[in-house]
């Protein structure tokens, strides 16, 4: 099982982009999903999360510039990012926990995309 994202860009400040993340492989279920970032010099932080039922959380930064969708038959998770900043500008990472699959997975991690925001 693997996350494969994209998505990411190059966008001026009040742009918007969407990244998407998809899980491949046989996969029976999967538990909450959500998008991390990293900028340069800086920790991993949490963006947003969904669970499986739909229920999301936004870090105060993004509160009503980001969307987080996922659709459960495709496997899939999605952050809809309008109003981008230029403080919004790093390394994208979709997560997935509790992956059920013929082999469980408590966590993975897809690749990350870039997003940058500068005029």
């Known amino acids: 099982v693997q996350l494969q994202a994209s998505g990411g860009g190059l966008v001026q400040p009040g742009g918007s982009l969407r990244l998407s993340c998809a899980a491949s492989g046989r996969i029976f279920a999967i538990g909450t999903m959500g998008w991390y970032r990293q900028a340069p010099g800086k920790q991993r932080e949490l963006v947003a999360t969904i669970t499986r039922g739909g229920s999301t959380n936004y870090a105060d930064s993004v509160k009503g510039r980001f969307t987080i969708s996922r659709d459960n038959a495709k496997n899939s998770v999605h952050l809809q990012m309008n109003s981008l900043k230029p403080e919004d500008t790093a390394v994208y990472y979709c997560?997935?926990?509790?992956?059920?699959?013929?082999?469980?997975?408590?966590?993975?991690w897809g690749q990350g995309t870039q997003v940058t925001v500068s005029s």
């Open positions: 997560n997935a926990d509790q992956i059920y699959s013929p082999t469980y997975y408590p966590t993975l």
